[in-house]
């Protein structure tokens, strides 16, 4: 059996702990997922199976959407409700004005600091397992890409807003700089992930209905062609896929006809069925050979 499912996640489990039901369900140990969601947060999480699992980072490199809401006046350690309070401040003289100037500042590139409670790895240690040892974690910072942040609703103190964002882009520490720039602080209260790419929650399968039985994992199991369908293809000879497949490097006699697609560092190689049977890297100059980077 080999995959992706996109999961509806509930809140309350962390993204290893739906692994571990799926790994239950379906009886196989080789099952993973891209894109971690935080324990309270919901929606779309990719689920892989068998020679899926192979595939994660092609994965994790999608654009992302949520809705979520942030409580204004309000600072926790981990830069949401169920953290620690560390800084209360008014809100007195933050409207609906300085809400939307706010927003429209967090539109495009900008750099941005990791919660201390987050996936990001400090010489290989993920930080949320330092912070849980009590250890400091180090200040870790990105550059993200915010191409949509729409305020959909102002109940004071609470804002609820949609955003579309680069891979790589954390929520909670989007709240705590819009907070930050209106001069009073800010964390989430709810988060709710809609898009990763082109997968929406509105196609997901709630993970209780495959636990429960309500819905069978073989009716909503995507193949890996559809997992990769935002890669350029490339389709491989038949006298070459056997070679290829056993770790030897393509070449241009390889290739039956051009890449379809040319945006990206990654190209499917497909055989003549449409199956797709490894991914390449392109080189940085225009006329340099794919080179494999992994063989499903």
Same mark, same amino acid.
């Given at each position: ?22 790994? &239950?369900?379906?009886?196989?140990? #080789?099952?993973?997922?891209? @894109?971690?969601?935080? +324990?309270?947060? /919901?929606? %779309? ?77 400090? &010489?290989?240690?993920?930080?949320? #397992?330092?912070?849980?040892? @009590?250890?400091?974690? +180090?200040?870790? /910072?990105? %550059? ?153």
């Amino acid at each position: 059996m080999d995959g992706i499912l996109i999961l509806d996640k509930p809140g309350g489990m962390t993204s290893h702990d739906v692994v571990v039901r799926l790994r &239950r369900l379906l009886g196989t140990e #080789k099952i993973g997922h891209s @894109g971690t969601l935080d +324990p309270n947060a /919901t929606g %779309v999480l990719i689920g892989l199976i068998g020679k899926a699992t192979k595939i994660s980072r092609f994965l994790m490199s999608l654009g992302k959407e949520y809705i979520f809401t942030i409580q204004l006046g309000v600072e926790t350690d981990t830069l949401d409700k169920w953290g620690k309070v560390v800084m209360v401040e008014s809100c007195e003289g933050v409207g609906p004005t300085q809400i939307l100037d706010a927003a429209s500042r967090f539109r495009g590139r900008y750099q941005q600091i990791a919660p201390s409670l987050s996936a990001i790895k400090h &010489r290989g240690t993920p930080l949320y #397992k330092l912070a849980r040892r @009590g250890l400091a974690t +180090p200040l870790k /910072t990105r %550059v993200v890409q915010i191409t949509d942040f729409q305020v959909l609703d102002i109940s004071m103190p609470y804002v609820t807003i949609r955003v579309a964002c680069s891979s790589g882009t954390y929520v909670r520490s989007l709240a705590r700089d819009m907070g930050r720039h209106l001069g009073c602080g800010a964390s989430v209260t709810s988060l709710r992930r809609i898009t990763i790419g082109s997968f929406t929650i509105d196609t997901a399968t709630p993970l209780n209905n495959l636990l429960e039985g309500r819905t069978s994992a073989g009716d909503v199991i995507l193949s890996i062609e559809k997992a990769l369908e935002h890669l350029p293809k490339i389709g491989l000879k038949a006298a070459s896929v056997r070679s290829i497949r056993s770790g030897r490097q393509p070449c241009a006699a390889d290739f039956d006809g051009a890449a379809m697609g040319t945006d990206g560092k990654y190209v499917a190689l497909t055989d003549e069925a449409g199956t797709i049977i490894g991914i390449a890297v392109r080189g940085e100059h225009p006329d340099a050979e794919l080179r494999t980077e992994r063989i499903l």
